[in-house]
């Protein structure tokens, strides 16, 4: 039906609509960039085309090609605060954090309460080292929605940084009475544990971390570091490889893998992935 579509339609909305169904909705995201390609090619000029075509993009991990898409999306309609929201996003994720910040500052000069922009902002604040401007933003988000979780979450990792564990961890919680399925909190929970060297419950929470979310390699590169900590080198072994499955480039797993083979006195494969993590 996809491929038919895809020869047949000619009209551009009904090609963003079926890139939407048997594209985004079904989880087939190399049919809808087939979609919404073809919309832009027959309507070149249409915003919504080029943002739903970087949409499917990010789906794909192909981050640089959703932000051209973005960047073509605004070029024809300035203040298109989607388009703005996932171009800053795409920024964060390549670690641009200077031009993430700028994109969600122009969203918030269009919508002011805009609360999830704000958090967007406040976590690239957080990456950049500007933590008390990520605390002053995250505080205003939560005046307009006392509830947002992930502004309680983005403050804990604030406190974190400052060394106020016990200060982040009332956040962490505060995140999980509002959504106690919400992955992130379990993951920076079980490094508090880690600090204070209450391994077993740092296993727990890392665990409850990748339970909810299987593809979160932070989780996993965590838990790897407890295990090792521990002395099971095999079980520490084993969360690193899957951490780099999940994100290969990730080079604190790569170089926790390294130094787990080398303990493990498999040297060979110790220098294999300290060349990967250092890219050589």
């Known amino acids: ?11 551009p ?3 963003l609509e079926m890139g939407l169904v048997a594209g985004i909705q079904s989880g087939k995201f190399e049919n809808a960039i087939e979609f919404f390609q073809k919309a832009t090619d027959l309507q070149i000029d249409n915003p919504r085309a080029w943002f739903l075509l970087g949409v499917a993009y990010d789906y794909q991990n ?4 959703g932000i051209a898409c973005y ?18 996003t795409n920024y964060t994720k390549i670690g641009d954090n200077t031009m993430a910040i700028a994109c969600f500052l122009e969203v918030l000069d269009i919508k002011p309460d805009y609360y999830e922009a704000m958090v967007n ?7 950049r080292g500007d933590i008390e401007e990520a605390i002053d933003v995250c505080q205003r988000a939560l005046v307009i929605n006392s509830r947002y979780q992930i502004a309680y979450n983005t403050l804990g990792r604030a406190y974190m940084q400052l060394n106020e564990q016990d200060k982040a961890a009332d956040f962490f ?7 106690s399925l919400y992955y992130e909190p379990y993951n920076f929970l079980g490094l508090i544990h880690v600090d204070k060297k209450e391994f077993e419950e740092a296993i727990e929470h890392f665990e409850r971390s990748i339970e909810l979310n299987p593809f979160y390699q932070l989780a996993y590169n965590n838990l790897g570091v407890v295990y090792a900590m521990i002395g099971d080198l095999s079980a520490a072994i084993e969360c690193f490889k899957t951490a780099v499955e999940i994100e290969p480039k990730y080079f604190e797993a790569l170089h926790n893998l390294a130094s787990a083979y080398e303990e493990a006195e498999d040297y060979d494969k110790a220098a294999e992935y300290e060349d990967l993590a250092y890219g050589e």
Not at 62 to 65: A, E, G, I, R, W
Not at 173 to 179: G, N, P, Q, S, T
């Open 71 to 88: 960047k073509r999306a605004l070029e024809l309609n300035p203040d298109y605060m989607e388009a703005l929201v996932n171009l800053g």
């Open 1 to 11: 039906m996809a491929e038919r579509g895809i020869r047949e339609i000619d009209n």
């Open 173 to 179: 919680r505060e995140a999980l009475d509002i959504d």
């Open 121 to 127: 902002l406040g976590i690239s604040y957080l990456e």
């Open 13 to 15: 909305e009904e090609l």
């Open 62 to 65: 192909q981050l640089d090609k």
